[in-house]
């Protein structure tokens, strides 16, 4: 196994799993790391004037994504598994995660979603993170293919 491959695995598996348990805790009921439920909303979404979380199962599907695109990260990273298929699979997850990276900043999105917290920190957190997530894909697909 490569390990290149592997540490940028590791990177995106990191962040992937950290996605993942916050969106099962929101699922569970479980407000983290903010306690009142208004302001975690908030902070996660940017209706203005949001006051409630998102229902548990939009939370849930979410971290059973995140945990399945780091199940990919990792297929991908070894050179042997999937084949093809898994190849097209790591490839559309990046080409995801830069799209809503690059939505992020757009005039379109902005207007969509000005509610404060949330325009901050997805300019500079989520969208920044969501970028990075597509191109530690990319890498994987391009040194799988080399």
């Known amino acids: 196994m490569d390990l290149a491959a592997m540490l940028v695995a590791a990177l995106l598996g990191v962040a992937l799993?950290?996605?993942?348990?916050?969106?099962?805790?929101?699922?569970?009921?479980?407000?983290?790391?903010?306690?009142?439920e208004a302001v975690l909303a908030s902070?996660?979404?940017g209706a203005p004037?949001?006051?409630?979380?998102?229902p548990w199962y939009?939370?849930?599907?979410?971290?059973?994504?995140?945990?399945?695109?780091?199940?990919?990260?990792?297929?991908?990273?070894?050179?042997?598994?999937g084949g093809p298929p898994l190849t097209a699979l790591?490839?559309?997850a990046g080409i995801l995660f830069l799209a809503r990276g690059a939505l992020g900043y757009t005039a379109w999105w902005?207007?969509?979603?000005?509610?404060e917290p949330y325009r901050t920190?997805?300019?500079?957190n989520y969208s920044p993170l969501c970028l990075a997530l597509?191109?530690?894909?990319?890498?994987?697909?391009?040194?799988?293919?080399?």
């Open 58 to 81: 939009r939370s849930l599907a979410i971290a059973l994504l995140a945990f399945a695109a780091c199940v990919v990260a990792f297929s991908v990273a070894d050179h042997t598994a």
């Open 43 to 45: 902070a996660l979404s």
């Open 17 to 36: 799993l950290a996605i993942a348990i916050a969106h099962l805790l929101w699922g569970l009921g479980i407000r983290w790391p903010i306690r009142d």
């Open 49 to 54: 004037g949001a006051a409630r979380m998102p």
């Open 121 to 124: 920190l997805d300019r500079r």
């Open 110 to 115: 902005r207007e969509r979603t000005p509610g």
């Open 90 to 92: 790591a490839l559309l």
């Open 134 to 146: 597509g191109v530690g894909f990319v890498v994987l697909v391009i040194m799988r293919l080399t």
